[in-house]
């Protein structure tokens, strides 16, 4: 604040600032800068009367948005005050170690595993003696629960990888690994899923499935959706959670919604949960982090065990959500009779054995690397996939936008010609995902049909899949599996 006595970190945007602002320049405050951010500290001095804490909770009452706050008077080191609102909060306890506060459990793992999620309009005085929560609207203190969490500090190391994703890449045989753990039974061709809070009688009297979510949460919801129409022949719709939560979803207790989060604090995610529990609907996560606020909203939760995931851009979390939507889709299946115990088993198998192939894979980087090498300079491109993998293309298109900084598209293939073609050019890559499945002879002429204008094109192909060579310039071969499967290999 202007005596410098107010010190402030904020993850969030405040979106009433401007308003604050003026009735603060109005009773004498000056402010070093644009932000909103900035208007926190005023606000909190501009409440003070001598105590400091009814001062911040004076201020949170005022402001509309989002944060995570951290608050520290100068003449009270020992103290931080924290709140949040639509955006992720931890406290970390330890007995004699301090406490801390971050907004993610990763940077807490090298100091503590004990950690408290602070929820919706809730504030906190952090001290030497813990924690105290209090409900922002009441003032009235809050019990709360210590949350344990299983991850280890050496999960959230480099351990020599060059960045975060390349590590969490690799880790993907594993991650599959962990979310298929013991959830199978390949013998009975059964799926083991009871804890998830359905049961054969709700599966049965499901009409509908709902899928919310956002960036590659949603693309792996939308391959969830190919799925659950398949093998549990239920309707199935999906919606970004940020359209989802401002509509007026239709529901009732009969849909089920299913949420899809890595982190499990998505703000547009969780709001979504809110307008679902609603409007009566029953409620799956399927969610990585173990005590998040998600996992607190939901009815169920499918932990996908993908262990903690730094790089901002998902990857093995991806994967695990991808075989989370797949185990589900069987047990869905099995529970309303739509799914033969031997398709099933045949299924259990096939994916059992997807770690090793991707382990082979990872081994091919040379040949990535030097394809990568060949399509560097290209400003524009685009992805393209048809059916199961359509979302596959839009998940990449993502990737190469997110990492590469590199402008593209997803498309599903059969759309191409209503519009989208107009584009391609010898200065327009297409990256096409061409696997062997039912549309294969479909997407192969979508090909054609680019290549006439000149593009480039880099198939993602079957292994010694020599027809389809024809039609590409480069290809990434992947193995041959049940197309069922497939996002997860391409
Ligand atoms: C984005 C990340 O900001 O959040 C994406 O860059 C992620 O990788 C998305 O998919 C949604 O996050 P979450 O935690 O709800 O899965």
């Known amino acids: 604040d202007h005596e410098g006595r107010v010190v402030v970190v904020h993850n969030g945007i405040i979106e009433n600032y401007l308003d604050i602002k003026e009735k603060l320049l109005a009773s004498g405050h000056e402010f070093s800068s644009e932000t909103d951010t900035e208007i926190v500290a005023h606000l909190i001095a501009y409440h003070d009367r001598g105590n400091p804490f009814e001062a911040f909770m004076s201020a949170l009452r005022e402001l509309k948005g989002a944060y995570a706050l951290a608050i520290l008077f100068r003449d009270q080191p020992d103290q931080i005050f924290v709140a949040r609102k639509n955006c992720p909060l931890l406290v970390g306890i330890t007995e004699n170690e301090g406490q801390f506060v971050a907004s993610d459990v990763a940077p807490m793992l090298s100091y503590t595993r004990d950690v408290v999620f602070l929820d919706e309009n809730q504030a906190g005085i952090v001290s030497n003696e813990g924690l105290k929560l209090f409900c922002v609207n009441t003032g009235e203190p809050i019990s709360f629960q210590i949350e344990r969490v299983e991850w280890n500090p050496v999960m959230a190391e480099k351990q020599g990888y060059k960045h975060f994703m390349m590590k969490e890449i690799h880790e993907q045989p594993d991650v599959i690994r962990n979310t298929i753990g013991t959830r199978t039974s390949e013998e009975q061709g059964e799926i083991l899923l009871e804890d998830i ?6 599966a049965r009297s499901l009409n509908r499935i709902v899928i919310t979510a956002c960036g590659t949460a949603y693309y792996a919801g939308l391959v969830g959706k190919y799925l659950l129409e398949k093998a549990g022949q239920i309707p199935v719709d999906i919606d970004l ?5 401002y509509r007026d979803p239709i529901l009732d207790e009969n849909t089920l919604v299913i949420a899809v989060s890595q982190s499990g604090e998505t703000a547009d995610t ?8 609603q409007k009566g609907a029953h409620t799956l996560g399927i969610i990585n982090v173990k005590g998040s606020t998600m996992t607190r909203k939901v009815n169920g939760t499918l932990y996908i065990h993908a262990g903690p995931e730094i790089g901002v851009a998902s990857t093995k979390a991806y994967m695990a959500m991808l075989v989370a939507f797949q185990l589900l889709s069987m047990y869905l299946g099995r529970l309303r009779g739509n799914l033969e115990a031997e398709r099933c088993r045949e299924l259990i198998h096939d994916l059992k054995v997807i770690p090793q192939l991707i382990e082979e894979m990872l ?10 090498s060949k399509y560097m300079n290209f400003s524009n491109f685009l992805f393209l996939g048809r059916d199961i993998n359509y979302p596959t293309a839009l998940e990449g298109a993502l990737k190469l936008k997110e990492i590469s900084y590199i402008h593209a598209e997803g498309y599903a293939a059969g759309e191409m010609k209503h519009g989208p073609i107009a584009l391609l050019d010898k200065d327009c890559p297409v990256v096409a995902v061409m696997t062997r499945g039912p549309l294969y002879e479909k997407i192969v002429s979508n090909v054609q049909e680019s290549r006439s204008r000149d593009c ?12 389809v060579l024809h039609h590409v310039d480069d290809a990434l071969e992947v193995p041959d599996i049940d197309p069922v499967l497939s996002p997860l290999i391409n």
């Open 270 to 277: 969780l709001a979504a949960i809110d307008l679902a529990k």
């Open 456 to 467: 480039r094109v880099l198939g993602i192909i079957t292994k010694n899949d020599r027809q």
């Open 197 to 202: 809070g359905i049961d054969s009688a709700r």
């Open 363 to 372: 081994k091919e980087k040379k040949l990535v690397e030097e394809i990568a």
């Open 241 to 245: 959670a940020s359209e989802f939560r």
